[in-house]
C-alpha cells in the first residue's frame, strides 16, 4: 500500500463546510483506506491505499464527502514521497529551524511550467520569497502570510490553476505522520 495526503480546500472554516475529524476519518475508512489519521480541523487527511492515480482518489474522496457531509470542497491528494520532495526541497527554510509561521506552502492542484512561473510579476515586499518546488510553491513572508500578497487567491488567478495552502508547521508534520503510517 502506498501513503498519501489529502488537503481538503475550505473546510472548518469560518463555520462553513463543517467536518468532524473522526466523522472524516470514518468517511476515509468507508472507502477501503487504511491507517487514516487527521491533522488539524483543517482537512489534512494522510492514509494508505493501494497505488492508484491521485485525480481518480481526489474525485473519489470528493464524492464520498458530498455523500457523507453534503459539503463539496476540492481535493488535492499527493503521496508521501511528493509531499517528502517538497518538504526537503525547500531552498528558503533554514534547515537548523526557525520561525514556521514565516513560511508557508501553496500546493497547486495541476503543474505548472516553471516558466510560466517565472514569467510571474509577484507582488512581493522586502523580504518575501517564492519558489516553485514540482506541484508546490514554496515561501517565506517575513511579515506574516495575513499581510502578504503573495497569497492563495493570487497565485489561483495567476497561474489559473486551483491550489491550497498550509503552513510550513503543517507540512511538516504531515510529513512525519506520513513516516509513523
Not at 468517511?27 to 477501503?32: E, P
Not at 491528494?77 to 506552502?105: I, Q, R, Y
Amino acid at each position: 500500500m502506498t501513503t498519501y495526503i489529502a488537503l481538503l480546500r475550505g473546510i472548518n472554516v469560518s463555520g462553513k463546510n463543517c467536518i468532524r475529524m473522526n466523522e472524516l476519518q470514518n468517511s476515509f475508512s468507508g472507502l477501503g483506506f487504511g491507517g487514516v489519521q487527521t491533522y488539524l480541523q483543517s482537512g489534512n487527511v494522510v492514509f494508505r491505499a493501494e497505488q492508484a492515480d491521485e485525480l481518480t482518489l481526489a474525485e473519489t474522496i470528493k464524492a464520498r464527502i458530498a455523500q457523507d457531509f453534503g459539503h463539496v470542497v476540492p481535493v488535492l491528494v499527493m503521496s508521501a514521497k511528493e509531499l517528502d520532495l517538497v518538504a526537503n526541497s525547500n531552498p528558503l527554510w533554514p534547515k537548523t529551524g526557525g520561525e514556521e509561521k514565516l513560511f508557508h506552502c501553496t500546493f497547486l492542484f495541476q503543474p505548472v511550467s516553471p516558466s510560466g512561473f517565472q514569467a510571474l510579476k509577484l507582488p512581493a515586499v522586502d523580504g518575501e520569497k517564492a519558489v516553485l518546488v514540482g506541484r508546490a510553491i514554496l515561501l517565506h513572508c517575513p511579515h506574516g502570510y495575513g499581510k502578504t500578497k503573495l497569497n492563495n487567491s493570487f497565485f489561483e488567478r495567476a497561474l489559473g490553476v486551483p491550489a491550497t495552502t498550509r503552513n510550513w508547521r503543517t507540512v511538516l508534520a504531515l510529513q512525519e505522520l506520513c513516516t509513523e503510517s
